[in-house]
Structures are given as structure tokens and as C-alpha cells.
């Protein structure tokens, strides 16, 4: 073959992509990971653009929605392993894993996803029973391993409108702040589920679990990243933990540690944070005896590589027409988002969300059924706003739910 030939023969394998991120206007930074979310909304057969859709980052606060183009970008990740979230209403939702290597240059490479289908999501509904001699009531509440969403455990049930398909793993804990002579908890599972192509858009009811005394021990293992700046995980604040547990990670930021039974909320204080800042929970354990909870990377995230990320544009489409610059939209203030991580709650139940948080759904209504029909919400936390149908903004406002 000649010379001559080679970039002839680039042009034809290039011309047969689908869908490509070649655009002069944009180069992938280190690290960065973009790419096109599509779906098939009106049944044709041909997936569209898909505009409003939550991308979040797994173990992290990071969230934002696609341009009306369908087109994102994700802040810069260092190398390794890192779960990517799509959810748009109760309706669609996405996991996919996505690997950051070093390039030749030693810098951590940019991942061009390409168009990025979105499936219908699938319900899953359960119950769970304490021992006979427990006189708690039922509230505590459920995590799904897999993605890191958690569902509230009321009245000894639970449910998950929105799940991707794939595997998922519940682990389920109550609390009993009133047991005498000190408060217990309750714990139970796995339970383990594979959704498939034939559950979107269907409700699955799990068999019910009964929960047992915690009383065991078991391990909970994550590693410590940072994004948008350098930070020594060895200086980061392990929130959470019992106290007393060393949680001090390894040279590559691995925490893996020994606990009771019974469920925690983890988070990380970088060293710039104030002293006495409450730092937001990035992922909930339900620690099982003898069983590993894996959280797998959690993140401190850097406040201006978000707005870098979500002012990312290849073109003035991507802006809402106003101008893209140098790859960024200039005077573009992108809607909003909750993660697709965030509880959803269901607006006839008070306990739907935690302490500090309220439960918000589009239209304005709250806690109430409307035709007979529960409406879905968001739990926010008191003070923030968010979009979590791509289409109506929600704020927690004082006085609603738990504000």
C-alpha cells in the first residue's frame, strides 16, 4: 500500500462511523469522557437526540443534562474505572462503565462514547419482616449496590420506580433508635436481580426478606479519586465511618475496613473544605456479616471543572445559540440537575425523604395523589433546585417536607 493510499483509506473508515467527535471545534481534554445520548421516543425504530437527560458520575455530586443536541461532556477522570448514570423522568435510565487509560503522552486519555441509546427502565417492589420479638417499625432503608440508589423502607415495603437494566444487588437496614438499653439495627440480604430486555417498562416484585439482628461484622471497601485538582487522598476526611475506625487509604487512595453490621453514609472533606461544613453523603453501605460492600471510586470534585464540563460545545446549537467559544459556551448557564443517584420518592408518603430533604414533583404538587394515580418526585435537599425530567425545575423551598 502507498502513501498515497493511507489517507484515502482513513476518509472511507471514517465515513462509515455512525456518528463522530472528529469535529475540529473540539478537543478532548485529558481525561475527558463526551458523547451523543440518543432514544427511540416515538417508537420508529430510529433513535433521536435526546435533550434534558441526567449524566451523572457514581460517587460523586456531579450531575448535569444534555444540550437539546443530546451531546455532553464529562468532567476530566483520572485513570481507571468509572460508572456513568443516565436517567430522564421514571421512564428511561442507563449504566455504563467507561475505562480512562494513559496515553503515550502520559496523560490520561479522552473517550469519545459516540451515541450513547438509552433503554426503558423497569420497577422493582418489595417487602421486609423483622424477627418476632422486634417491636420497631418498619422504617429504614434499601440500597441497590449496582447503581448506588437507595429507596426508602416504609410500612415494611419499598420501590425503586427506575432501574436500568443489568444487575443489581438490595441490601436493606433499619434502625431502632428507641431499643433499650441502646439502639439496634436490623439488616438484611443480598438480594440479587438481573433485569433484562423483557422487564422495561414492567414492575418485578421481590420475594420478601426477613431481617435479622446486626450483629456480625463485615467490610466496606472504596478508593478515593480526585477530579479538577490534585489532592493527597491520604488528607481527605472519611465521614461516616464508626468512630474509632482507622480509615486512613493506601498510596493508590484504597480504603477497605472492617464494621458492625448496619448502614452507613459516606463522604469525603477535602483539606480545603471549612472546618464544622457538612460534607454531602456520595454513597450509602448496608454492610452485611461476613459480605464486602463495594462502593467502588468516590470523588472530590473540583467546583470549576463542573462548569467546564457542562459548558462544553463542539457548536452554537449546543449553547441554546448563544456562541461557542473555543469549545465553551459563552454566555450558557446549563439547567440544573439532579443526579441520577437522587432518591425518588413517592408524594403520598411523609418519610419518603430524609431529614433535610423534600419531596418535589413537576407541577407543584406535593405529597398528594392526583386521579388516583402517586406522583413521583425528587428528594432535594432544602435550598437547591434541580431538573429531573429535563424539562420542569423543582426547588426544595422552606416549609415543604422536611424544610
Same mark, same amino acid.
Not at 483509506?9 to 458523547?35: I, K, T
Not at 424477627?131 to 437507595?150: F, K, L, R
Given at each position: ?13 471514517? #465515513? ?34 435526546? +435533550?434534558?437527560?441526567? =449524566? @451523572? ?11 437539546? /443536541? ?29 475505562? !480512562? ?31 418476632? #420479638? ?13 447503581? +448506588?440508589? $437507595? ?27 428507641? #431499643? ?46 480526585? =477530579? ?6 491520604? #488528607? ?8 474509632? /475506625? ?8 484504597? =480504603? ?9 453514609? !459516606? ?54 445559540? /448563544?456562541?461557542?467559544? $473555543? ?19 413517592? $408524594? ?5 425523604? @430524609? ?7 413537576? +407541577? ?26 429535563? !424539562? ?12
Amino acid at each position: 500500500m502507498t502513501d498515497r493510499a493511507l489517507p484515502f483509506l482513513a476518509a472511507l473508515l471514517l #465515513a462509515g462511523c455512525s456518528y463522530s467527535f472528529s469535529n475540529p471545534a473540539e478537543d478532548l481534554r485529558a481525561g475527558q469522557v463526551a458523547g451523543r445520548v440518543l432514544a427511540d421516543r416515538l417508537a420508529s425504530g430510529t433513535p433521536s437526540a435526546f +435533550g434534558g437527560v441526567s =449524566v @451523572s458520575l457514581k460517587g460523586s455530586t456531579f450531575s448535569q443534562v444534555t444540550h437539546d /443536541t443530546g451531546r455532553f461532556t464529562l468532567l476530566p477522570l483520572p485513570p481507571g474505572r468509572h460508572t456513568l448514570l443516565f436517567r430522564s423522568s421514571a421512564v428511561w435510565a442507563l449504566e455504563r462503565d467507561v475505562d !480512562i487509560g494513559f496515553g503515550r503522552d502520559g496523560q490520561p486519555e479522552g473517550v469519545a462514547l459516540g451515541d450513547v441509546v438509552l433503554r426503558y427502565s423497569a420497577a422493582v417492589a418489595g417487602t421486609a419482616t423483622l424477627p418476632p #420479638a422486634a417491636t420497631s417499625a418498619i422504617e429504614g432503608v434499601v440500597v441497590d449496590e449496582g447503581t +448506588g440508589q $437507595t429507596a426508602v423502607l416504609s410500612g415494611g415495603a419499598f420501590r425503586f420506580p427506575a432501574l436500568n437494566l443489568g444487575v443489581h444487588a438490595f441490601k436493606i437496614a433499619v434502625r431502632d433508635p428507641f #431499643a433499650l438499653p441502646q439502639p439496634v439495627q436490623f439488616v438484611g440480604g443480598p438480594i440479587l436481580l438481573t433485569l433484562g430486555d423483557a422487564d422495561q417498562q414492567l414492575e418485578k416484585l421481590l420475594a420478601p426478606l426477613p431481617l435479622h439482628l446486626a450483629a456480625g461484622q463485615g467490610r466496606i471497601r472504596f478508593r478515593i479519586a480526585s =477530579v479538577g485538582l490534585p489532592v493527597d487522598p491520604a #488528607a481527605v476526611t472519611v465521614t461516616g465511618l464508626p468512630v474509632g /475506625t482507622p480509615a486512613a487509604p493506601d498510596s493508590n487512595g484504597d =480504603v477497605d475496613v472492617t464494621v458492625p453490621e448496619g448502614v452507613y453514609g !459516606i463522604g469525603l472533606v477535602p483539606p480545603a473544605t471549612a472546618t464544622g461544613a457538612s460534607p454531602p453523603v456520595l454513597a450509602t453501605a448496608v454492610v452485611l456479616d461476613g459480605l464486602l460492600a463495594d462502593l467502588g471510586t468516590l470523588y472530590v470534585v473540583l467546583d470549576s471543572a463542573v462548569v467546564a464540563a457542562q459548558a462544553s460545545c463542539v457548536s452554537d446549537q449546543d449553547c441554546a445559540g /448563544t456562541p461557542c467559544t $473555543t469549545g465553551l459556551c459563552s454566555s450558557w448557564n446549563p439547567p440544573p440537575a439532579a443526579p441520577a443517584d437522587t432518591p425518588w420518592c413517592d $408524594t403520598g408518603t411523609a418519610t419518603a425523604c @430524609s431529614v433535610g430533604q423534600a419531596c418535589q414533583v413537576p +407541577g407543584g404538587f406535593t405529597g398528594a395523589c392526583l386521579g388516583g394515580v402517586v406522583r413521583l418526585g425528587t428528594c432535594l435537599q432544602c435550598g437547591t433546585c434541580c431538573t429531573p425530567d429535563g !424539562i420542569s425545575t423543582l426547588c426544595a423551598v422552606p416549609g415543604a417536607g422536611g424544610c
